[in-house]
């Protein structure tokens, strides 16, 4: 990863109107697509229920795992929300950055939010923020 990160504008769209559905719990999910674009979104259910933090049930993410390899598509990033903090990494958040390779998407649900989706990279401990870059749509 270079830096940055390319998603369609309409992948973007979906993941802040999940935040917008999730108003007491973080949402959270797994991002997906081809050639490092990601093009598709997987919403899955925060199995912590919790208002500051997240989990996907080992069992969820073993089934997504599934399906993507069915539908040969790359494994390119997570999201979640952050619902009364700034949507940057949590200490948490780095702890369980299990993914180098991987966009950490994270969404604010404060309204008028400066910037409502941040994406960043987490590597043995350390957070770079990347350049999101909107891909076109439709191949
Ligand atoms: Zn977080």
Same mark, same amino acid.
């Given at each position: ?5 390319? *998603? @369609? ?11 917008? @559905? ?7 999910? &797994? ?9 598709? *979104? ?11 933090? $997240? ?5 969820? &993410? ?6 993507? @390899?069915?539908?040969?598509?790359? !494994?390119?990033? !997570? ?19 299990? $993914?180098?390779?991987?966009? $950490? ?17 987490? @590597?043995?401990? !350390? ?13």
């Amino acid at each position: 990863m270079a830096g940055s990160i390319r *998603i @369609r504008a309409e992948i973007l769209k979906e993941m802040v109107h999940h935040a917008e @559905r999730e108003r007491q719990t973080e949402c959270c999910g &797994l991002l997906a697509g081809s050639g490092g674009v990601i093009t598709r *979104i997987f919403p899955v259910s925060n199995s912590l229920a919790s208002p500051t933090a $997240y989990e996907i049930a080992p069992m969820d &993410l073993f089934q997504l795992f599934r399906r993507l @390899r069915e539908e040969g598509l790359e !494994h390119l990033g !997570h999201y979640h929300s952050h619902l009364r903090t700034e949507n940057f990494p949590s200490e948490q958040d780095i702890a369980q950055a299990y $993914y180098p390779d991987q966009a $950490y998407f994270i969404i604010s649900a404060q309204t008028g939010a400066p910037r409502p989706v941040r994406a960043f990279s987490i @590597r043995d401990g !350390h957070v770079q923020e990347l350049k999101i870059e909107i891909a076109a749509s439709g191949l």
